[in-house]
């Protein structure tokens, strides 16, 4: 049974969190090489030489990778300095004891979404709507985390409805993304370097874990029977996901050389 103290060193560990996800995230604005990509918009135009509509490609803004890494590690920051804020901390700790947590959902739905977008441009994907589409699907993959929670208030027996769409809606990015990078490796004279595959395996394994987490949570399957230690279980591998996803991108384009 948790106790007030079980809740206090939560707050500490939020704390932690905060400061480690903050540092890492200056760290990454100060040592960043100026490494910027191009991303783009295709469109129909009438092309006069060829007497028909063909595609055309330009380039809507350049994105400043070290800067685009370190959001996802400041919104990390932000949201677990949140949690330890006076009357933001009670009404955690509120929803901890129904299982519960909106804002890990939330965080989630914009941070996690920039790391997938990310991960998305280091395989070769650069056009911006297609971005903004991966994005969204990300984010709402984490929602439906949030309503499987929410939904779950209100049964006696686990409904795992919420849980099901969430993976579609998470799996969808990542056929995108395998479709991009198996294209360019299979095409002639292309060369995907090593980080990238290292990227591909680890944070698709990382993102894995957070389902995997609330299903044994909802299965109560030994330790998760306390809600506190699946909290637990997010908070480290959100930890260890950013940061590996950061300092990865940093050692293959980022590093100064």
């Known amino acids: ?30 040592i960043s090489r100026d490494f910027s990509i191009p991303l783009t918009t295709t469109y129909l135009d009438f092309n006069l030489q060829a007497n028909t509509i063909l595609p055309v490609t330009n380039e809507a803004m350049q994105l400043n990778l070290g800067q685009f890494i370190s959001v996802f590690l400041f919104l990390s920051a932000f949201f677990h300095f949140l949690l330890i804020l006076p009357g933001i901390y009670e009404w955690y700790v509120k929803n901890l004891k129904n299982k519960i947590n909106y804002l890990r959902w939330i965080e989630y739905a914009f941070s996690s979404s920039v790391m997938i977008v ?68 299979s095409s002639v004279g292309t060369n995907i370097p090593s980080f990238v595959y290292a990227i591909l395996v680890s944070i698709f394994l990382f993102f894995n874990c957070f389902a995997i987490n609330m299903f044994l949570q909802y299965k109560q399957v030994g330790p998760w029977k306390d ?17 590996a996803l950061a300092w990865q991108i940093f050692s293959g384009t980022l590093r100064p050389m």
């Open 118 to 185: 990310a991960i998305a441009i280091l395989c070769g994907m650069f056009d911006l709507p297609s971005l903004i589409l991966i994005f969204g699907l990300n984010a709402m993959m984490n929602l439906f985390g949030l309503m499987m929670e929410l939904h779950n208030q209100t049964t006696k027996k686990t409904n795992w409805t919420a849980f099901i769409f969430g993976t579609i809606a998470g799996i969808l990015p990542w056929i995108v993304i395998a479709m991009y990078f198996f294209g360019a490796v």
């Open 1 to 30: 049974m948790n106790t007030e103290n079980s809740y206090k060193k939560l707050r500490k560990w939020n704390a932690i969190m905060a400061v480690l996800h903050f540092v890492q995230g200056i760290a990454m604005l100060a």
């Open 227 to 243: 809600y506190l230690f699946g909290e637990r279980v997010y908070i480290l591998l959100s930890l260890i996901a950013k940061s």
